[in-house]
């Protein structure tokens, strides 16, 4: 029973959740239930507006979900959280990627993809032999050299500094791997290519994948797809 | 915390130019708060050492402050003069342990001449009970020997066995020059950083001379080799005096404030210092006033200086939040900067302090004498340096109130 549980775990599982910003009465979000299963490549589509972002802060309990609502996590409750425990929550579990500029300016490429094991202990202890050996292996993988690797993140193309964000989020290997359209700014090889090198990174973490984007392109790449006004019955937000 | 610790100073690292500026500007109202205090104090300090273990002054009744002035820092006149027969049975007294007679009212080249007697080179002290000492000569034993203070004879270019003019006045321009009396300068007092340095010392019976009236043409010559009692000084200025006991300075004090023959006062050279230094103490307040709004420019050039980076900051605050950040970190991390920005500048501030007093210690104690310490930081001054980091870190708070503000709100989302 127990491995047949683990085998269909659900990595996220949201039921009646609903927010609104503070000093408005209409809701933004309002999903009666979604599943995620883990290990799974999720892509949600939508346009800007439809409460994309609003959403993304929820998952990674930056911001609380009004009352009544439920968003699990791994199985752990982030609306009975507090802030400060869900600031921790995040940090141990969930690598994030940008649409784009993505990296501390002052420091160097190691230091930006070391940066989530300076918030988090269990990401710094999965990496604990030799962290920065660990960074550059994941940079390696997703084929920055050891020359990028010395050049400061201002002077790397915006397609590198999409891969070190991307090592970033793998680095310490968190269980959810949130990425906000993050190859808009990239020209459509470099897009398939990074796509395609996170993917593998994701897979061989064990990382459960979800990839937030406008651009149904990019869909067909995805083990699944929902369209965010499909789940949100609260569609289109001003 | 050390991540916090490690981002604030690489984040102040890359923005080296513009925190450099900011700590310099810190450095600097530091150096200056810092500077002021010093001389303040030290002017305090030197002040008070002007004059030393003397129990009384007396002189002609007049204000406290006045008879100071003109009896130990020679500046102003006497109203009147006092009665060599006074002087002498007020010195008399059983509790008198010393006096020292002084005669005001003569100059030479812009220096004040003071007629005195050997026991001024005995009992006079100032400082910390230092007594006066002579970098060469000796004291005046003939009715033509002079003995020079410090300044004179290095402003003057004096040495032992120079002669010198004394003219009646205290103008340089004197139209009554004692043309015909040549003085001899036999001794030079090293310097003390009193008036002493400032002035000329002749016998009593020297001044009397000056102003006998007599005929120099005929009499100079035959009275400079038979010097003496012809002379007997007939008043003076002021005399100080020194008692056996202490205890007994308030009877003194009443017993010549009360003399009969003639309207004397006597004061406390210390009560009458402390009340001088109080009429002082308005601009001595202003200067440290002055010093310290230019710290508080100085930190208020940090804070908008802070203030500027935050908007383009608000996307590594973003960054660092998704990172697992709290809101709490993004305002330690401002306050950080804050407090290091400002104990950088106080740090560097010090340091050009004591860079300063070393490079002009040894000239100010070749010119006036006064050592200036730059042993250590005094509890005073580190109570201002602590105020000052408190100060940096209070208006850190401002942008760190903000960036909590603006990351709760932001969240993730970044706003360009």
Same mark, same amino acid.
């Not at chain 1, 959403?55 to 199985?75: E, F, H, M, Q």
């Not at chain 1, 369209?227 to 001003?238: K, M, P, R, S």
């Not at chain 2, 002290?125 to 004179?152: C, E, H, K, M, W």
């Given at each position: 029973?127990?491995?047949?549980?683990?085998?269909?775990?659900?990595?996220l599982?949201?039921?009646?959740?609903?927010?609104?910003?503070?000093?408005?009465?209409?809701?933004?979000?309002?999903?009666?239930?979604?599943?995620?299963?883990?290990?799974?490549?999720? &892509?949600?589509?939508?346009?800007?507006?439809?409460?994309?972002?609003?959403?993304?802060?929820?998952?990674?309990?930056?911001?609380p $979900?009004?009352?009544?609502?439920?968003?699990?996590?791994?199985?752990?409750?982030?609306?009975e /959280?507090?802030g400060?425990?869900?600031?921790? &929550?995040?940090?141990?579990?969930?690598?994030?990627?940008? *649409?784009?500029?993505?990296l501390?300016?002052?420091?160097?490429?190691?230091?930006?993809?070391?940066?989530?094991?300076?918030?988090?202990?269990?990401?710094?202890?999965?990496?604990?032999?030799?962290?920065?050996?660990q960074?550059?292996?994941?940079?390696?993988?997703?084929?920055?050299?050891?020359?990028?690797?010395?050049?400061?993140?201002?002077?790397?193309?915006?397609?590198? =500094?999409?891969?070190?964000?991307?090592?970033?989020a793998?680095?310490?290997?968190p269980?959810?791997?949130?990425?906000?359209?993050?190859?808009?700014?990239?020209?459509?090889?470099?897009?398939?290519?990074?796509?395609?090198?996170?993917?593998?990174?994701?897979?061989?973490?064990?990382?459960?994948?979800?990839?937030?984007?406008?651009?149904?392109?990019?869909e067909?790449? &995805?083990?699944?797809?929902?369209?965010? *006004?499909?789940?949100?019955?609260?569609?289109?937000t =001003? | /915390?050390?991540?916090?610790?490690?981002?604030?100073?690489?984040?102040?690292?890359?923005?080296?130019?513009?925190?450099?500026?900011?700590?310099?500007?810190v450095?600097?109202?530091?150096?200056?708060l810092? @500077?002021?205090?010093?001389?303040?104090?030290?002017?305090?300090?030197?002040?008070?050492?002007?004059?030393?273990?003397?129990?009384?002054?007396?002189?002609?009744?007049?204000?406290?402050?006045?008879?100071?002035?003109?009896?130990v820092f020679?500046?102003?006149?006497?109203?009147?003069?006092?009665?060599? #027969?006074?002087?002498?049975?007020?010195? @008399?007294?059983?509790?008198?342990?010393?006096?020292i007679p002084?005669?005001?009212?003569?100059?030479?080249?812009?220096?004040?001449?003071?007629g005195?007697?050997?026991?001024?080179?005995?009992?006079?002290?100032y400082?910390?009970?230092?007594?006066?000492?002579?970098?060469? @000569?000796?004291? &005046?034993?003939?009715?033509?020997?002079?003995v020079?203070?410090?300044?004179?004879?290095?402003?003057?270019?004096?040495?032992?066995?120079?002669?010198?003019?004394?003219?009646?006045?205290?103008s340089?321009?004197?139209?009554?020059?004692?043309?015909?009396?040549?003085?001899k300068?036999?001794?030079?007092?090293?310097?003390?950083?009193?008036?002493v340095?400032?002035?000329?010392?002749?016998?009593?019976?020297?001044?009397?001379?000056?102003?006998?009236?007599?005929?120099?043409?005929?009499?100079?010559?035959?009275?400079?080799?038979?010097? #003496?009692?012809?002379?007997?000084?007939?008043?003076?200025?002021?005399?100080?005096?020194?008692?056996?006991?202490?205890?007994?300075?308030?009877?003194?004090?009443?017993?010549?404030?009360n003399y009969?023959?003639?309207?004397?006062?006597?004061?406390?050279? @210390?009560?009458?210092?402390?009340?001088?230094?109080?009429? /002082?103490?308005i $601009?001595?307040?202003a200067?440290?006033?002055?010093?310290?709004f230019?710290v508080? $420019?100085?930190?208020?050039?940090?804070?908008?200086?802070?203030?500027?980076?935050?908007?383009?900051?608000?996307?590594?605050?973003?960054?660092?939040?998704?990172?697992?950040?709290?809101?709490?970190?993004?305002?330690?991390?401002?306050?950080?900067?804050?407090?290091?920005i400002?104990?950088?500048?106080?740090?560097?501030?010090?340091?050009?302090?004591?860079?300063l007093?070393?490079a002009?210690?040894?000239?100010?104690?070749?010119?006036?004498?006064?050592?200036?310490e730059?042993?250590?930081?005094?509890?005073?001054?580190?109570?201002l340096?602590?105020?000052?980091?408190?100060?940096?870190?209070?208006?850190?708070?401002?942008?760190?109130?903000?960036?909590?503000?603006?990351?709760?709100?932001?969240?993730?989302?970044i706003?360009?």
């Amino acid at each position: 029973m127990a491995t047949l549980a683990n085998m269909t775990m659900n990595i996220l599982e949201l039921d009646n959740l609903t927010y609104s910003w503070p000093k408005r009465q209409q809701l933004s979000i309002d999903i009666e239930h979604f599943a995620l299963q883990q290990g799974q490549k999720l &892509f949600i589509k939508g346009p800007s507006g439809s409460g994309k972002s609003t959403l993304l802060n929820l998952l990674t309990g930056i911001i609380p $979900a009004n009352s009544g609502s439920s968003i699990k996590v791994l199985d752990q409750q982030l609306c009975e /959280m507090s802030g400060a425990r869900r600031d921790k &929550f995040r940090a141990d579990h969930i690598g994030y990627i940008f *649409q784009q500029f993505n990296l501390i300016p002052y420091l160097s490429v190691i230091d930006n993809v070391l940066l989530p094991c300076r918030f988090s202990s269990s990401r710094a202890d999965r990496v604990a032999a030799d962290p920065k050996q660990q960074a550059r292996k994941l940079l390696s993988k997703l084929k920055l050299s050891d020359m990028d690797i010395l050049t400061p993140v201002s002077a790397l193309s915006i397609g590198q =500094q999409q891969r070190v964000a991307a090592a970033r989020a793998l680095i310490g290997s968190p269980e959810l791997i949130i990425a906000d359209e993050p190859s808009s700014a990239l020209d459509h090889d470099t897009r398939s290519a990074f796509i395609e090198l996170l993917m593998q990174e994701c897979q061989s973490s064990g990382a459960t994948l979800i990839f937030v984007s406008h651009d149904p392109s990019l869909e067909s790449l &995805f083990d699944r797809s929902v369209q965010l *006004q499909d789940i949100n019955l609260q569609g289109v937000t =001003q | /915390m050390k991540t916090i610790a490690l981002l604030t100073w690489k984040s102040i690292n890359n923005r080296r130019s513009s925190a450099l500026l900011t700590v310099f500007t810190v450095a600097i109202s530091m150096l200056l708060l810092l @500077g002021v205090e010093r001389i303040r104090t030290q002017a305090k300090d030197s002040f008070a050492n002007t004059i030393s273990n003397t129990d009384l002054i007396v002189g002609a009744r007049s204000g406290e402050v006045n008879l100071l002035l003109y009896s130990v820092f020679r500046i102003g006149n006497a109203t009147n003069n006092i009665d060599w #027969q006074s002087y002498q049975k007020l010195a @008399g007294q059983a509790d008198v342990k010393w006096s020292i007679p002084i005669s005001l009212g003569d100059s030479h080249r812009g220096f004040r001449v003071m007629g005195t007697n050997t026991d001024y080179f005995k009992f006079y002290q100032y400082g910390n009970r230092q007594a006066l000492q002579f970098d060469s @000569g000796q004291p &005046f034993t003939q009715l033509f020997d002079t003995v020079i203070g410090a300044d004179v004879a290095r402003k003057l270019g004096y040495s032992v066995g120079s002669k010198i003019i004394i003219a009646h006045g205290i103008s340089d321009k004197s139209f009554t020059r004692h043309d015909n009396l040549p003085f001899k300068v036999v001794g030079i007092l090293a310097p003390t950083g009193t008036p002493v340095d400032k002035t000329v010392h002749l016998s009593l019976a020297a001044i009397e001379a000056l102003h006998s009236g007599w005929n120099p043409a005929g009499n100079v010559s035959a009275s400079k080799n038979q010097h #003496q009692p012809t002379f007997q000084p007939e008043q003076i200025t002021a005399f100080m005096l020194g008692l056996k006991s202490k205890i007994k300075t308030f009877s003194v004090q009443r017993k010549i404030n009360n003399y009969p023959t003639e309207p004397l006062t006597a004061i406390m050279p @210390g009560v009458a210092l402390h009340q001088l230094w109080s009429m /002082m103490s308005i $601009a001595e307040q202003a200067l440290l006033a002055i010093s310290g709004f230019v710290v508080v $420019a100085g930190l208020l050039g940090m804070l908008s200086c802070l203030l500027t980076s935050l908007q383009e900051r608000r996307r590594e605050m973003a960054i660092l939040r998704a990172m697992g950040a709290r809101p709490g970190h993004i305002f330690a991390l401002l306050v950080a900067e804050a407090t290091l920005i400002t104990a950088a500048g106080i740090s560097l501030g010090v340091s050009f302090l004591y860079l300063l007093l070393a490079a002009i210690a040894p000239l100010i104690n070749s010119r006036f004498g006064i050592s200036i310490e730059s042993a250590s930081i005094s509890t005073h001054e580190l109570k201002l340096i602590v105020t000052v980091l408190l100060g940096g870190m209070l208006i850190g708070l401002i942008p760190a109130f903000r960036a909590y503000r603006q990351s709760l709100a932001d969240g993730m989302t970044i706003r360009i």
